[in-house]
């Protein structure tokens, strides 16, 4: 990341974060070396990290009106979804408030009528559940020590499913280790019927929970496949080479 200047530095009672830019791209950093979000400025619509791009991935099983996403970052699954169905409604929830000012200054976060964003402690929110039930409940919650352990509790797991349409989704963003975690497994199908996983090349754990009978089989589909990856410009069943049954 030696080619990037500093653009902005910033710092919260969770800790310090920074904005890096190298012309054509815009990276949001909690700590060093790590990319927390990244945005190509010319095209924001594209989803830079593996596990963006397996996390979008549940649009090939859902065509959603409605999702949450627990941490907000940079926005990068925003500007995905937005480009993708301008329709979505879309709830972010985002623990740092100096996080949510830093997307809408320098990630082009597309504000309107369809995006509420919510400066709240996800397991606050999760607990509270008043929001409507959506489609699909996008949890990437991550500081500069890794995946928010909350993230992958029976509590915080079952608070989602509250959430979630009879078919909905859980999308939740671990990292690879976590792929032998048998106990989150177990949570997982205590609430669930299917539980798909896929391994990105990025070395994230990417999990997909349903009660819905939507099969997985699009992720096999070539043309279902092409229509999202024409829609995202980028190839998304490359992400998906890894992807099945967590047994």
């Not at 919260?12 to 904005?19: I, K, L, M």
């Not at 909350?150 to 608070?159: A, E, H, K, N, V």
């Not at 959430?163 to 976590?178: A, I, M, Q, Y």
């Not at 048998?182 to 990417?206: E, I, K, M, P």
Request: charged share 20%; glycine share 6%; with cysteine.
């Amino acid at each position: 990341m030696s080619d990037y200047k500093v653009l902005h530095v910033d710092s919260d009672s969770v800790g310090d974060f920074c904005v890096l830019d190298d012309g054509d791209f815009r990276v949001l950093s909690f700590g060093d070396n790590d990319e927390q979000s990244k945005m190509d400025k010319a095209q924001p619509h594209v989803p830079q990290h593996t596990y963006v791009q397996a996390m979008l991935a549940v649009l090939l099983f859902t065509q959603p009106k409605s999702v949450i996403i627990l941490g907000l970052g940079g926005g990068a699954l925003v500007h995905s979804l937005r480009h993708v169905d301008a329709a979505i409604k879309i709830t972010a929830v985002e623990l740092r408030e100096r996080v949510i000012e830093v997307a809408k200054r320098f990630f082009q976060l597309p504000l309107g009528k369809k995006l509420n964003l919510v400066h709240q402690d996800a397991n606050v929110f999760l607990a509270n559940a008043e929001h409507k039930k959506v489609d699909v409940v996008f949890a990437d919650i991550y500081s500069n020590k890794g995946v928010d352990k909350q993230q992958l509790s029976t509590l915080f797991i079952g608070q989602a499913k509250q959430l979630l349409k009879t078919d909905g989704f859980l999308v939740l963003n671990c990292w690879k280790e976590h792929s032998r975690d048998t106990q989150l497994r177990d949570t997982l199908y205590s609430h669930f019927t299917h539980v798909y996983a896929c391994l990105t090349g990025g070395g994230n754990w990417v999990v997909y929970a349903t009660n819905g009978h939507t099969g997985f089989a699009a992720a096999n589909n070539k043309q279902a496949l092409q229509a999202l990856s024409q829609k995202l410009d980028t190839n998304i069943s490359r992400v998906l080479t890894r992807f099945g049954i967590w047994e």
